[in-house]
């Protein structure tokens, strides 16, 4: 009975993910949001491997658990690489300019 | 109880749909996609497809993000719009129409989990009862991907062949697109704490792709997972380091040779059944035991399909790479 | 599950607490002010979450090796979590975003 109390806040949490993952405003909140809800997920499949009691599932999780991460690292090598950096993280899908100043030269 | 957390997740797949095709910002609906994977592969597992998951696991988790900002970093990131965004009266009828159809197919079919399904009449029994005396394995799925539908796996071992073809014929070779960059640039080997825990995690990467591979037999898995773990840890090196280390890890040229050589294994295979005096892809009688036989056939297949799989996708994202200095 | 024993309730209540750190973590990603404050919450969370349900399900696993195993995943999570957060941030700070202040309005969403 826990158990499935578990699997319920879990999908509860996902669904807070995925408002944030589409309300942005950032890019970056979204990676957080995909990055967040990808632990969620492997705790999901975790449960739901005790749910149905089906250890073949914890395979699953294990994969998750393993190469989730390697997007991020993506994310990072995408934006240090990119010239035109700032114009990606400033402007969300609305295409309005977010509040931060443009010309940041020191950071890169 | 699943049922209901099935509906969550379905509602969540629509609202992430829905989220990704409004979105102008090619970013955002790459990372929504990212979420999409995530929560299709937990909906296949509450259908218990346990196999068709992992590999939703394996492919969506890290690999198709890195593809898609390779492929990003090579366009604008903001979706063009031709002129005003208005709906044409006819797209919205044949969407229209189309949806009335499907919705109407929908209410012929079997009820979920239905045991009087046409599917649980007749192809499913006759799955369970004749994998464990054909082959003698556990997973049924396996059995039935490389032995009974052997051509279709074949199949899609050349689609995916040909898929890293495709990729190359159009991206060009990643050895001669190669940019040169200083080599202080290269990778991420200014971030101190990704680069060592990156390092220390690929050994173990690659050893779960080898127990996906060799294990799936007897649990979810197979070639295709397998091969999507092997490049996940390749391409993570490459990040990590940057490329130029991860050429000299495994060079362009073994790569093509794993590309070709995962699906002539294959069909190596096929030839061999034939030439021993089966049929095409029945592995009956490679051995002295017709049991056996299917055993070897779906191991050696299987060593083929996670080649293949390997060095495509490595090779795909070289291409990208070379092509967006990612 | 077999919540009649000792070790049943233990792992009841560590999941519980488990379950709850990550709803915590899901709103705090959700209603906090801006970027840094909502990883804050996510990614302690995010190790926090795991900790608890994991060893709640390590302690009603039947077998060694189903208990093995999710100790792997375990481990493999409070390896990963910090170092996407760690790889995130640096991303965020490289394009310019700055951490928001109490005293500065602008920040706020």
């Known amino acids: ?108 | 109880m699943v049922e209901i957390l099935n509906i969550f997740i379905m509602l969540m797949l629509v609202i992430t749909a829905l989220a990704m095709v409004s979105s102008r910002h090619l970013f955002v609906t790459v990372m929504l996609s990212g979420i999409f994977s995530l929560l299709i592969a937990a909906s296949f597992l509450l259908l218990d497809a346990a196999d068709v998951a992992l590999t939703e696991a394996a492919v969506g988790a890290g690999i198709s993000t890195v593809l898609f900002l390779g492929a990003l970093a090579l366009m604008d990131v903001e979706e063009t719009t031709r002129g005003v965004r208005r709906i044409r009266m006819v797209s919205l009828i044949v969407v229209a129409v189309t949806t009335i159809f499907i919705v109407h197919a929908t209410f012929y079919m079997p009820a979920f989990g239905d045991i009087n399904a046409p599917i649980h009449q007749h192809v499913a029994p006759w799955y369970i009862q004749h994998v464990p005396i054909h082959m003698d394995i556990p997973n049924i799925v396996t059995g039935i991907l490389g032995s009974y539908r052997g051509y279709d796996t074949l199949g899609e071992v050349f689609v995916v062949f040909t898929a890293g073809i495709g990729v190359l014929s159009i991206l060009g070779d990643p050895i001669k697109n190669r940019q040169h960059r200083p080599a202080h640039n290269r990778g991420l080997r200014h971030y101190l704490i990704p680069r060592l825990v990156g390092r220390m995690l690929i050994p173990f990467i690659i050893l779960f792709g080898l127990y996906v591979q060799f294990h799936g037999e007897y649990s979810p898995g197979g070639g295709f997972q397998a091969g999507a773990l092997v490049a996940a840890a390749i391409i993570l090196y490459a990040l990590l380091e940057g490329e130029d280390k991860a050429l000299q890890v495994i060079p362009m040229r073994v790569l093509y040779i794993m590309m070709a050589s995962g699906a002539l294994l294959y069909g190596g295979v096929g030839v061999a059944a034939l030439l021993m005096g089966g049929n095409f892809l029945d592995y009956s009688v490679l051995a002295s035991t017709p049991v056996a036989g299917q055993q070897w056939g779906i191991l050696l297949i299987e060593m083929g399909v996670g080649l293949t799989v390997t060095g495509v996708l490595i090779t795909i994202f070289h291409a990208f790479a070379a092509r967006s200095n990612l | 599950m077999d919540v009649a024993t000792t070790l049943g309730w233990l792992a009841a209540i560590l999941m519980l607490i488990g379950a709850f750190f990550t709803f915590v973590g899901g709103l705090g990603a959700l209603r906090m002010p801006d970027f840094y404050t909502r990883m804050h919450a996510a990614s302690l969370t995010d190790s926090a979450g795991p900790i608890f349900i994991l060893i709640g399900l390590m302690l009603i696993s039947e077998t060694w090796l189903v208990a093995i195993k999710v100790f792997t995943i375990l481990v493999f999570l409070l390896i990963t979590g910090p170092t996407a957060s760690n790889a995130l941030a640096s991303a965020s700070l490289l394009a310019g975003n700055k951490p928001g202040l109490a005293n500065d309005q602008s920040e706020a969403e």
């Open chain 1, 1 to 108: 009975m826990i158990i499935q109390v578990v699997a319920f806040a879990l999908i509860v949490t996902m669904m807070l993910g995925l408002v944030r993952a589409i309300k942005g405003p950032k890019v970056y909140d979204r990676v957080l949001a995909v990055n967040m809800m990808g632990t969620k997920t492997v705790l999901l499949l975790a449960v739901l491997a005790f749910i149905d009691d089906r250890p073949d599932y914890l395979d699953l999780a294990l994969a998750y658990a393993l190469i989730n991460f390697i997007g991020v690292f993506a994310v990072l090598e995408f934006f240090r690489t990119r010239e035109s950096q700032l114009v990606i993280a400033e402007t969300d899908d609305t295409g309005e300019a977010s509040d931060e100043a443009p010309g940041n030269e020191g950071g890169k």
